[in-house]
């Protein structure tokens, strides 16, 4: 399967600022990447599919304008959660889907604390 | 949108010991895949069945896709089978592919 690789693992930041987390397919060309939400103790619920060279697409209820989308090419993809607040903390988790099949595989998980 | 629904939620073994989990789901499914989470969070992939049989190990899970329903066995369980077990579909009728829709988990334990 793919191997997908997340920075950094663990982040901590104060109110209303930035955090930029970084989604990387090492072995895989990802036109598509796939970001994920998980609140402590909840399951997995899809934010928006990031597109290479177009923008991305949210899912209902995620702010676009707070969560930035960048994929510039077919191995990165970034997640920038701007102006932070305590409600953003969370466990944020990317995945590709490496062989067009719809199996997904998942990087290891960032996991953001706003203070 | 589609419905996914894991049984038991909790679930606490003997080391040892043997275990179904399953995974009900509303709609017709492109894809399904069991995922193990571990203490750290990452998503180990266990099996993507979206219909048959299949067996790794320990390990083996069934989808009766014209039932919709899952079910992860899990035999001779030991301590570090312990996690959260997710269910996911990549609902058919949906607008994207790849696009995993996924139930709320079983938390597993396992006692020495």
């Known amino acids: 399967g793919a191997v997908v690789s997340q920075h950094p693992s663990r982040v901590i930041c104060k109110s209303g600022t930035s955090v930029k987390i970084e989604c990387r397919s090492l072995d895989f060309q990802a036109t598509t990447m796939f970001w994920y939400r998980q609140f402590p103790k909840q399951s997995l619920m899809l934010m928006a599919t990031s597109n290479e060279g177009s923008k991305a697409t949210y899912e209902q209820g995620v702010e676009k304008d707070k969560f930035l989308i960048n994929h510039a090419s077919l191995t990165l993809s970034t997640l920038t959660v701007t102006s932070a607040h305590p409600e953003d903390s969370s466990f944020y988790i990317c995945s590709v889907d490496s062989a067009n099949t719809g199996e997904l595989f998942f990087g290891e998980g960032s996991r953001l604390t706003v203070l | 949108g589609i419905q996914v629904e894991q049984s038991p939620p909790d679930l606490i073994l003997q080391e040892g010991a043997n275990s179904t989990l399953r995974c009900n789901f509303s709609?017709?499914?492109?894809?399904l895949q069991w995922f193990h989470q571990n203490p750290w969070g990452q998503l180990i992939n266990l099996f993507y069945?979206?219909?048959g049989t299949k067996q790794n190990g320990r390990l083996s899970a069934t989808t009766v896709a014209t039932e919709r329903y899952s079910l992860l066995y899990i035999s001779s369980s030991q301590t570090t089978d312990s996690g959260v077990y997710f269910c996911?579909?990549?609902?058919?009728?949906?607008?994207?592919?790849?696009?995993?829709?996924f139930g709320q988990g079983t938390i597993l334990t396992v006692h020495p």
């Open positions: 996911a579909v990549d609902h058919a009728g949906g607008t994207s592919y790849g696009k995993l829709t």
């Open positions: 709609d017709s499914v492109n894809n």
């Open positions: 069945i979206p219909s």
